[in-house]
């Protein structure tokens, strides 16, 4: 069975300083990860996704994300935070192969602070 | 293009009450998944339909949940008898049938009063 462990519910960072999101994964067959971000009172959007091609994977917003088999790790990262990224960020998995059935980590709150 | 939308935004009702959530996905696509959200918690599968069948119900926490989609377009979700624990933001998503992204609605937030 697939499950994500979100470690921090909550991250606090400076305008202009690195965003750390950490997401590890406990999966039985490759993975396909996602990481979803949800602002106030609106749906998930989604911010990117690895489907088992580059490792490194670019998304919307300036985000980022390494795969990392041997640490079963799908950390989030953005060099330099603004205020607008202050929401909830999920991290989420699903069976590759298959259809999406989507595996939800708890979610952690970004505040950007001034 | 219009998104996943659901009706209502708020649903506000007494326990023991029953209940429809509605959800109407982009047009084309194939694939509907129920979610639900408790609060500081992450979405929870409930249940995937592929066209009209509900391919997987396993999410579905008791039999007085139930999902339906019979033209393989709009999607309601029923709950019979609702208790307190019901309380959630009920949520949607749709894709395609060649993508691994889905796309959610807004949700719909139950209290049960």
């Known amino acids: 069975a697939q499950s994500v462990t979100q470690l921090g519910s909550h991250v606090s960072v400076s305008e202009g300083a690195l965003v750390l999101l950490r997401c590890n994964y406990s999966s039985s067959v490759p993975p396909y990860l996602f990481w979803y971000v949800q602002y106030p009172n609106q749906g998930l959007q989604l911010l990117l996704k690895y489907t088992s091609a580059a490792t490194l994977v670019k998304g919307i917003n300036g985000f980022e994300a390494e795969f990392k088999k041997s640490e079963t790790s799908f950390h989030l990262t953005k060099p330099s935070a603004h205020m607008s990224d202050a929401a909830e960020y999920f991290c989420?998995?699903?069976?590759?192969?298959?259809?999406?059935?989507?595996?939800f980590g708890a979610g952690t709150r970004l505040a950007v602070h001034p | 293009g219009a998104g996943v939308s659901q009706t209502p935004s708020n649903k506000v009702t007494e326990k023991g009450k029953y209940v429809e959530l509605r959800c109407d996905p982009i047009s084309g696509h194939t694939a509907l998944y129920w979610y639900r959200q408790s609060l500081g918690q992450g979405p929870e599968f409930l249940i995937y339909?592929?066209?009209?069948?509900?391919?997987?119900d396993s999410g579905l926490p008791n039999d007085r949940f139930f999902a339906v989609r019979p033209e393989g377009s709009v999607s309601t979700l029923k709950i019979q008898r609702t208790e307190r624990g019901d309380s959630a933001v009920y949520l949607c998503?749709?894709?395609?049938?060649?993508?691994?992204?889905?796309?959610f609605g807004p949700g719909t937030r139950l209290t049960v009063l």
């Open positions: 989420a998995v699903s069976v590759s192969g298959g259809y999406n059935k989507l595996i």
């Open positions: 339909f592929q066209g009209t069948g509900a391919a997987d």
């Open positions: 998503a749709s894709s395609s049938a060649t993508s691994t992204e889905q796309f």
